[in-house]
């Protein structure tokens, strides 16, 4: 690899961490929202809603493709974050 393509690439690195520190707050946030959703929950089999996963993953397919992005991708991203939330879920609820 070139110098000059090198010091591109480390630009664009640098860029990319800047994208995942905002990502780690905003995931920050998102765990603090599904604690309270958790709080709501009266039931274990209250913490899986198929039909919200539905339609979550709908309305990101639906963006993905109106920004132009690879709808794969966002779908995978989207799936492991929700079934890593729902496995968070199962860990910490706790009957009432």
């Known amino acids: 690899m070139s110098p000059q393509k090198r010091k591109k ?10 994208i995942d520190n905002s990502l780690i707050k905003i995931i920050k946030k ?4 599904v604690k309270k959703v958790l709080e709501l929950k009266d039931r274990k089999n209250q913490i899986v ?11 990101i397919r639906k963006k993905s493709l109106k920004n132009k992005i690879d709808p794969r991708i966002t779908n995978r991203i989207w799936k492991n974050m929700i079934w ?3 496995d968070y879920e199962r860990r910490n609820f706790k009957k009432k």
């Open 84 to 86: 890593s939330y729902i």
């Open 9 to 18: 690439l480390s630009k664009i690195r640098s860029e990319l961490d800047k």
């Open 49 to 59: 809603d198929q039909k919200r996963i539905k339609s979550i993953l709908s309305n």
């Open 30 to 33: 998102r765990t603090f929202l």
